[in-house]
């Protein structure tokens, strides 16, 4: 889960490359280096361990001058963050920079160290880059013929991008199972890991197939597979501005990406819904009308916050397609021998849609028959690619490694889905489509007044800022929020948080409340507002701070919670019960934000932690 940048053209290339990085460093940041083509002198490297701040310090002090180059930027797998494990890494003529794992590579290096090669690095990668030199020592005329070539000696996942002294002015790249986009320009071409690195300089991309490879020079890509045969691919223009991955005026991408929440979901809602019909229109979900008559069993497959989205539209599909489903972690899936069949429909959902324990799951739940379906952000991404058809969210680019406004779209793609699956199946009738869809439509506005409220979350993230643990409790597709809300206080602030069924708290967490405990939860007025409310009793008895995420206006949340001590509460508007997680989780998501913030913790780019999972 590495960022990769590279440029061929006229101009010189290390701003651009830099430029790049700097949008693709929410990938990683343990490290980043550069390898430039500097005329006569062959290739020339500089690397740092750390930001890419240090990397840009060390181009001050060792400016390279040329116009081709690669970049990258390191999230540390193979070797500890260092500057000898940083990328690009060096063989003889060639550099290298590499995202994904090697699988083979224990067995390589001993192959090549016992053959006399010595490794500057402790890194899979630089075993590609030996390789590469080796074929091209071996007669490869060309430096596409040499990757390939090393290509064939690898198992694994990689997006890589070579650079050689024998082929100036030319950039090689590949992928298996790892993001890689090309930029076609004026003259120029570009490849990242990520589209935002490209918007600076071109909306008019090509996304590498699995198993392909390209050779890049001012003049356009070559596109072949790895067994030479060519392919031909015309450019698709992204409506995304380069303005939309830069920070608007706001702290934090991550702030900024929660106000943008309303407008992701109106996006993703647009050319989906017909009132009048009481429907989803068909040709944007990605699933044929037959197809959903005949499910037996929805099967979601996601990671971490996808995860928690999947959750909630388990929830929506047995309630309103009555359709049995079930939810599981795609690492789990990978290793446990599922058993899937042709009465399965597979949903795997994933923002960047190259998270790789996902794509194997789709990869096994094809291979026993199941129909795929993706839930995904990113357009021709992996695993919308490897499934048989795909619901796009159109959040745009995220670039907090928290994910927000991706999990808001990802929970309206989940209630489309299912209202689509309940009107095929005749288990929705259309006044009750009706109502749902017409909530739908009406969240964004609500959720705006939930923003208006981020000064109260405010007050409250300085209130428990210096807390060490925290809970989450919520009921139904509460639940997930709870899930949800507890990942995002963890992941920026390092606070220890738990989300739970709220039922289940008097099945253990309860021994754990105390008048140093905060307890968040969400009990807006809806079927589990009685009982959850019962749960807010048994923690106020126990001298336990209670944040509750009430419905407006309501009385008796506050008549409970009333008086100094008592509690905080959040208010969210009035609305349907399927809507509410879209407004439940802004408070939370606030909260989390100002908690880290206050902390001075690294909101955009927590610790140990990367946008892309494309390792295991």
């Given at each position: 889960m590495c960022g990769i940048v590279g440029y061929v053209?006229?101009?010189?290339?290390?701003?651009?490359?830099?430029?790049?990085?700097?949008?693709?460093?929410?990938?990683?940041?343990?490290?980043?280096?550069?390898?430039?083509?500097?005329?006569?002198?062959?290739?020339?490297?500089?690397?740092?361990?750390?930001?890419?701040?240090?990397?840009?310090?060390?181009?001050?002090?060792?400016?390279?001058?040329?116009?081709?180059?690669?970049?990258?930027?390191r999230w540390a797998t193979h070797g500890r963050p260092s500057e000898a494990n940083a990328h690009p890494h060096v063989a003889g003529r060639v550099a290298v920079?590499?995202?994904?794992?090697?699988?083979?590579?224990?067995?390589?290096?001993?192959?090549?160290?016992?053959?006399?090669?010595?490794?500057?690095?402790?890194?899979?990668t630089e075993i590609v880059a030996h390789?590469?030199?080796?074929?091209?020592?071996?007669?490869?005329?060309?430096?596409?013929?040499?990757?390939?070539?090393?290509?064939?000696?690898v198992r694994g996942a990689y997006a890589i991008a070579v650079l050689s002294a024998t082929s100036p002015d030319e950039?090689?790249?590949?992928?298996?199972?790892?993001?890689?986009?090309?930029?076609?320009?004026?003259?120029?071409?570009?490849?990242?890991?990520?589209?935002?690195?490209?918007?600076?300089?071109?909306?008019?991309v090509v996304l590498l197939d699995e198993g392909e490879v390209a050779t890049l020079t001012r003049a356009g890509a070559e596109?072949?597979?790895?067994?030479?045969?060519?392919?031909?691919?015309?450019?698709?223009?992204?409506?995304?501005?380069?303005?939309?991955?830069?920070?608007?005026?706001?702290?934090?991408?991550?702030?900024?990406?929660?106000?943008?929440?309303?407008?992701?979901v109106e996006d993703t809602l647009?050319?989906?819904?017909?009132?009048?019909?009481?429907?989803?229109?068909?040709?944007?979900?990605?699933?044929?009308?037959?197809?959903?008559?005949?499910?037996?069993?929805?099967?979601?497959?996601?990671?971490?916050?996808?995860?928690?989205?999947?959750?909630?539209g388990r929830y929506w599909v047995e309630q309103l397609a009555r359709v049995p489903a079930v939810v599981e972690i795609g690492s789990e899936v990978r290793y446990r021998e599922p058993v899937f069949g042709p009465g399965d429909l597979v949903v795997a959902v994933s923002q960047s849609g190259e998270t790789l324990d996902t794509l194997a799951a789709v990869k096994t739940a094809k291979a026993q028959g199941a129909h795929v379906l993706a839930v995904a952000n990113v357009i021709d991404s992996a695993i919308p690619r490897a499934s048989d058809g795909a619901l796009y969210t159109h959040a745009g680019p995220e670039i907090g490694v928290a994910s927000t406004k991706c999990f808001t779209t990802q929970l309206v793609a989940m209630l489309l889905l299912a209202v689509y699956l309940g009107r095929r199946r005749g288990t929705l009738a259309v006044p009750e489509a009706r109502r749902i869809l017409d909530a739908l439509t009406q969240a964004p506005q609500r959720m705006r007044v939930v923003l208006e409220r981020e000064g109260e979350l405010r007050r409250l993230a300085k209130k428990f800022m210096r807390s060490q643990h925290m809970l989450f409790l919520g009921r139904g597709t509460g639940y997930p929020v709870a899930l949800e809300g507890a990942l995002k206080l963890k992941e920026i602030s390092y606070i220890h948080a738990e989300g739970y069924a709220a039922g289940e708290m008097k099945h253990g967490p309860i021994a754990l409340i105390d008048e140093d405990m905060p307890v968040v939860a969400l009990c807006p007025r809806d079927?589990?507002?009685?009982?959850?409310?019962?749960?807010?009793?048994?923690?106020?008895?126990?001298?336990?701070?209670?944040?509750?995420?009430?419905?407006?206006?309501?009385?008796?949340?506050?008549?409970?919670?009333?008086?100094?001590?008592?509690?905080?509460v959040v208010s969210?508007?009035?609305?349907a019960p399927e809507v509410l997680p879209l407004l439940e989780v802004i408070p939370l998501q606030l909260l989390a934000y100002y908690v880290a913030d206050l902390k001075g913790t690294d909101v955009d780019q927590p610790r140990n932690l990367a946008k892309t999972v494309t390792v295991e």
């Open positions: 053209g006229p101009k010189q290339c290390v701003p651009i490359l830099v430029e790049g990085l700097r949008r693709l460093e929410y990938r990683g940041y343990d490290s980043a280096g550069l390898a430039v083509q500097v005329g006569s002198r062959g290739i020339e490297i500089v690397r740092a361990v750390g930001k890419l701040a240090n990397l840009e310090a060390a181009l001050q002090k060792n400016p390279l001058a040329g116009t081709t180059g690669i970049g990258h930027t920079v590499h995202n994904g794992i090697i699988e083979n590579h224990v067995a390589l290096r001993r192959e090549l160290e016992a053959s006399g090669v010595r490794f500057a690095s402790d890194t899979d390789l590469v030199e080796r074929a091209l020592q071996g007669g490869a005329r060309r430096l596409v013929d040499a990757v390939r070539a090393a290509l064939a000696r950039i090689v790249v590949a992928k298996a199972d790892s993001p890689l986009v090309l930029g076609v320009g004026d003259g120029e071409m570009l490849c990242a890991s990520d589209i935002p690195a490209l918007l600076a300089h071109t909306r008019r596109i072949t597979t790895l067994d030479g045969t060519r392919v031909e691919r015309a450019p698709k223009t992204i409506d995304w501005s380069p303005t939309q991955a830069e920070k608007g005026g706001y702290k934090h991408f991550m702030l900024k990406e929660i106000h943008e929440q309303p407008r992701a647009r050319g989906r819904v017909d009132l009048v019909e009481g429907d989803v229109v068909g040709e944007a979900i990605g699933l044929g009308a037959d197809l959903a008559t005949r499910i037996q069993r929805v099967y979601f497959v996601a990671c971490g916050t996808s995860a928690h989205a999947a959750m909630a079927a589990h507002f009685e009982k959850t409310l019962s749960n807010v009793q048994e923690v106020r008895a126990r001298e336990g701070q209670v944040i509750a995420i009430a419905t407006e206006g309501d009385a008796e949340v506050a008549g409970l919670l009333g008086g100094a001590g008592g509690g905080d969210i508007p009035v609305a």
